[in-house]
């Protein structure tokens, strides 16, 4: 943890040391911690419509242990993957604590996950249990196989046949006091990343994860906790935005957290969530803001805010100026990704302050670009950002795959995958990415998964899938299809395709831009050959 009133980076840089304890749990140090010293401080704003419900330390601590005590009883335990796929709530708060606090690993899934997105996930983590609101559940079950191989499923709302409501777990559990001896190093989540092959890997992150993203998120957040801070992002819960860069944070600082929720991000209500809540801390998606500050007609006035980070994609120099003067707050931009998060951060209550970067590395991480050949890059000469392992911050290793483990660590450091380049004063500024990942609204999307859906479809003999250009979502999903002989290519088929691909994946996934072609060059080993559309 930072103090929160430095006297400069470099004292910072200087002086700070990881101290990490020898036993760690994130579901008691985000609800008993802080429920020992102020338990009726509130720690979730649950805030949907018209309606408010609030949930105290006290009470989130008391539920996530019931909880991870009827989990137990069920049979869950230590190692076991929960799955997670609850909208922002107090009832996903309470599930992702009490498997912390069980020692179970959280795997959490987008709640506008389709069937096929949810059921990779569940058989890829060998989830024994299954927690969702009922639509989740509903999806879920629309696949031949199901749910596979889950024995437990709860519903967080309403209870589909053959699934328990959670609420009704907790009340009929005791309050046995369950707390599973956990190390910094034991697995806590599994996050799903995009590769440029293949289906997502699972990102194993132990619980020190926690630990490695406060100096990131601190500084970013201009050293929270300060007296008042409250804490909200649209993102959801289920990404690293979300979970680790707003939930676990804020409340292990013992801030109260904003849960509030909508089919799709909508300007106006997020506005109104800021202001009726009175949000003062918040962590924006550049295309969050960009679409804010595109939106015509709405009253900025009357909100609390203090800060606001963002991170997830290059935020760029414009729109980094029009937010800053639009809201009246500094803006600080991070970096990161699902291995390795928040190790380059801007914070102008620091003087770390230069818009369009993605900042300087934060107090405890080594940060540098390298060429090839692994030498240190000259001062404005371009390379691939990595970081120096070992890191609490850094993943523990891809689920059940050594080999993708080992390629991401060169001679000690991380590569990110990701080109960038430093200046004289040790700024990092992003360049691109070095492969064919897709960023789109900081989500980043892998071409394989896309391409494989696409190619279920019964009129696409062969597709590929590029990212394009684009002014409010940094890139957008661009599908060139091959369809099978005898079918004719027209706009109509293109919705119908468009369609497949949001239902079957999720609303961020499916191509904007359909472009029918008569072949798909493919390398010797059988491989699409993407960079003849991506530079086409």
């Known amino acids: 943890m930072l103090p929160t009133d430095p006297d400069s980076y470099a004292s910072l840089m200087r002086t700070f040391e990881w101290r990490l304890p ?49 989990l137990a009883d069920a049979g869950i335990g230590r190692g076991d993957r929960v799955a997670i796929m609850v909208p922002q709530s107090i009832e996903a708060a309470v599930t992702h604590l009490a498997v912390y606090r069980l020692g179970a690993i959280a795997v959490p899934m987008a709640t506008q996950f389709g069937p096929d997105a949810i059921a990779y996930r569940l058989a890829a983590s060998g989830a024994r249990a299954f927690v969702a609101f009922a639509k989740g559940i509903e999806r879920a079950r629309t696949l031949p196989r199901g749910l596979g191989d889950v024995d437990l499923v709860v519903a967080s709302n309403r209870a589909p046949a053959g699934a328990v409501l959670l609420d009704e777990l907790i009340a009929a559990a005791g309050d046995t006091v369950l707390e599973a001896d956990t190390t910094p190093d034991d697995p806590a989540m599994m996050l799903f990343t995009s590769g440029t092959t293949g ?8 619980h020190r994860v926690l630990l490695g993203h406060l100096p990131g998120i601190e500084i970013a957040q201009h050293f929270m906790p300060q007296p008042g801070d409250v804490f909200w992002t649209p993102s959801d819960w289920a990404w690293a935005g979300g979970l680790l860069n707003a939930l676990l944070p804020a409340l292990c600082h013992g801030l109260p957290v904003v849960a509030a929720r909508a089919p799709r991000f909508e300007p106006g209500w997020a506005l109104e969530v800021m202001r009726t809540a009175r949000v003062t801390n918040v962590f924006l998606p550049p295309t969050a803001l960009r679409m804010l500050l595109a939106a015509e007609g709405l009253s900025f006035d009357g909100l609390s805010l203090r800060v606001i980070g963002t991170a997830g994609e290059a935020l760029g120099h414009r729109t980094h100026a029009r937010a800053t003067e639009r809201f009246g707050v500094p803006v600080n931009e991070f970096y990161g990704q699902t291995e390795c998060n928040a190790m380059l951060a801007n914070c102008a209550a620091l003087g770390v302050d230069r818009p369009g970067s993605m900042g300087r590395p934060v107090p405890g991480h080594e940060v540098a670009i390298l060429r090839a050949d692994g030498s240190r890059a000259d001062v404005g000469e371009a390379g691939e950002v990595a970081v120096r392992a070992p890191d609490p911050v850094m993943f523990l290793g891809y689920w059940r795959d050594a080999e993708a483990t080992r390629a991401k660590f060169r001679r000690g450091w991380l590569m990110t995958g990701d080109s960038g380049r430093m200046d004289a004063e040790g700024y990092f500024h992003f360049v691109s990415r070095m492969d064919d990942v897709i960023t789109s609204s900081g989500y980043r999307i892998g071409p394989s998964e896309v391409e494989d859906c696409l190619a279920a479809h019964p009129d696409i003999e062969m597709a590929a899938v590029v990212g394009r250009p684009d002014p409010v979502r940094t890139e957008i999903v661009a599908a060139f299809v091959k369809l099978r002989d005898g079918v004719a290519g027209n706009e109509a088929l293109k919705r119908e395709i468009a369609g497949f691909v949001r239902a079957r994946l999720s609303a961020h996934q499916y191509p904007r831009e359909i472009h029918f072609v008569d072949a798909i060059p493919l390398t010797e080993s059988g491989k699409v050959i993407r960079r003849h559309f991506r530079d086409g």
């Open 22 to 70: 020898a036993r760690f749990n994130i579901g008691t140090a985000c609800a008993d911690e802080p429920a020992r010293t102020a338990p009726d401080r509130r720690a979730i704003i649950d805030v949907e419509g018209d309606e408010r419900r609030v949930l105290s330390f006290a009470d989130l601590a008391r539920k996530s242990r019931r909880l991870a005590a009827a």
């Open 199 to 206: 289906q997502p890997k699972g990102t194993l992150h132990g």
